[in-house]
């Protein structure tokens, strides 16, 4: 019966999901034209279905505690966790908005592992709220970006052998380096692994994706080319990017992950959607050169 329950109310998320897909928003056409660029190859309904993953998100990060009493979650990869708690190395763990973050942090508790993770504060009071209440319920410990004040605070947690972590799959502000993402240099947050790097954590990247009604699977891999961060963020992304072609829908394309190729000014929605098109544009033009003549 409680299965049934939860299986309703993340079904209801869902669909609440898909009524923001048939909204008039640039966001839409964003993902479309984005997913059309790099990932031509996907099902068209696939940026729908990402809406109806992001409304069954919402809704298990609600039901996290319930949920992981009922569901079934496979880790074929939790000994890798075990082994670096084990020699007493902290943990640094590279995550991206792929499947369920908030699900994944939920998870990492069940397995007795507490979690800090990295985050920016909204500019909105009652999202930063409602973030709050969705950390506080999956057992995360946030750290809010504070400067060097908070880069001290995360090497203090290392040094003490925890676990912290940070969706670095964005296009942001911060300290940043260009790393291949889908075959285009994409700008990728460094801060956490460069701390990882300077005192000596371990590195993973990890996730946690929808596999089916009740069904969750976790991906973990350790990092272990610690040559330089730009090998750091290579092997992070190689993984992400392998189970995004696998989930496609399970990503989100409506962040505009591509809009800065390099260090000049990012791109505005605007100059973004057109730059797709061009793109698009130009690579249907080589391939109809490329083609032979009938």
């Known amino acids: 019966m409680i299965k049934f329950i939860l299986s309703c109310a993340i079904g209801l998320g869902g669909q609440l999901g898909i009524l923001a897909y048939y909204l008039p928003l640039k966001e839409r056409a964003i993902a479309q034209r984005q997913l059309a660029r790099f990932l ?41 966790v075990e082994r670096l ?6 943990i640094v763990a590279l995550t991206g908005h792929l499947g369920n973050w908030d699900l994944f942090a939920a998870y990492t508790r069940t397995k007795g592992v507490p979690l800090h993770a990295i985050g920016r504060e909204t500019k909105s009071p009652f999202l930063q709220q409602l973030v709050k209440r969705l950390r506080d319920n999956s057992g995360v410990t946030m750290l809010w970006r504070t400067g060097v004040a908070g880069g ?9 052998g925890g676990v912290i972590a940070a969706l670095i799959d964005q296009d942001t502000t911060v300290r940043s380096a260009w790393v291949p993402f889908f075959g285009h240099p994409a700008k990728t947050p460094t801060t956490l692994a460069e701390i990882a790097l300077r005192n000596d954590a371990a590195l993973v990247s990890s996730f946690l994706v929808r596999t089916g009604p009740l069904a969750y699977r976790v991906s973990i891999r350790e990092i272990t080319d610690r040559t330089s961060i730009q090998r750091v963020l290579e ?31 990012a791109m505005s929605s605007r ?14 033009g080589d391939s109809e050169r490329a083609s032979p003549a009938d």
């Not at 001290?152 to 003490?160: F, N, Q, T, V, Y």
């Not at 730059?275 to 544009?281: K, N």
């Open 152 to 160: 001290r605070e995360i090497a203090r947690i290392l040094s003490k």
């Open 40 to 80: 031509p190859n996907a099902r068209t309904e696939t940026i729908k279905r990402m809406y109806d993953h992001l409304g069954r998100s919402f809704a298990e990060a609600v039901l996290s505690q319930p949920l992981l009493k009922h569901a079934s979650v496979v880790c074929d990869d939790w000994h890798i």
């Open 271 to 284: 100059e973004y959607l057109a730059w797709l098109s061009e793109r698009g544009d130009c690579e249907r």
């Open 235 to 265: 092997q992070y992304h190689a993984h992400l990017e392998e189970l995004v072609r696998q989930y496609p829908e399970q990503w989100v394309w409506i962040h505009k992950r591509w809009r800065s190729p390099n260090e000049s000014k």
């Open 85 to 90: 708690r084990a020699a007493g190395s902290g």
